[in-house]
């Protein structure tokens, strides 16, 4: 029973004061909802991949030169996500596509050649021209090692804490952790799903640290911070790693007749067309290996 002197307003009433309201709550909301959609949408459309940019990446098939044929289609998978110094990302899953240049068979006096690039970066669909040159090749071998724990961790210790090595020797002590190369240097530090790393050369070989000015801290993979050549795949040669004419294709050469790169494996690529200056500060120019 309802008490004396007291009165419930009708359902109507609530009812047509939320509806009068409604128009008032909603577009600021709706409003909010929509800029945040658009500013994301409008750092994907100005997403630039600068000059000197190092794109870790997983291919998705073979090579052979049994079968590859020119103009064929070559993708990979970007296997961590790599930070721009613009405040952007390239996100892991994010794909490189490539073509098939030339496919020189392996003859009686000759070994087996295939001539590639990678040039086209798809994001979220959308398409942003990249041109690379090939810094490092490793078998899926080579990976599955360098993400296997050096000891088992011990009872209670999380498994993100164990040391593993890199391929090229850099030891990673775990996520958060330091990454110190073969000198014991700290090049950097461990993250989820691999690496942030300073570029070094590493002596006496053909690849060349930091380009000109830049040192940021790049994402690796697995791969260590002076990462150079081929690893785990016999007989494959980097005959030419795209750096110098004609940039941007890759070459690679067997050492015994056919040419085989299985699906899987691991590639460090560069980037070598995008802007430059425009995102990086310029720095006193330092005694350095240049890229």
Known sequence: ???????????????????????????????????????????????????????????????????????????????????????GKIPEGAKVFGTI???????????????????TLEINHRKIPMLASLRALAGFMEVRSAQTPEFSPGFGTPYIWATTRQ????????????????ASENVGKGVYGGVLVHVRAQPESRCRGALEFEDRLQALWVFSSDACGVYGIQGVKIAHAGRTEPV??????????????????????????????????KLPKVPMALG
């Open 101 to 119: 240049v030339s496919v020189e068979r392996a003859g009686k006096t000759t070994n087996a050649k295939i001539a590639l690039r990678f040039d």
């Open 167 to 182: 391929i090229g020797g850099d030891e990673v002590y775990g996520v958060g952790g330091p990454v110190t190369n073969q």
């Open 248 to 281: 941007g294709q890759i070459a690679l050469v067997a050492d015994q007749r056919e040419l085989l790169v299985h699906g899987a494996s691991a590639m460090l690529l560069l980037n070598r067309r995008g802007p430059r200056r425009e995102f990086f500060p």
């Open 1 to 87: 029973m309802m008490p004396a002197g007291v009165r419930y307003a009708p359902f109507g009433f609530f009812l047509s004061v939320f509806l009068s309201l409604a128009p008032q709550i909603g577009p600021p909301v709706a409003a909010q909802t929509a800029g945040v959609a658009t500013e994301r949408a409008t750092k994907r459309e100005n997403l630039e991949i600068p000059t000197g940019t190092i794109l870790p990446v997983r291919l998705n098939q073979g090579l052979s030169s049994k079968s590859a044929q020119p103009g064929q289609i070559v993708t990979a998978r970007v296997m961590q996500e790599v930070p721009l110094p613009n405040n």
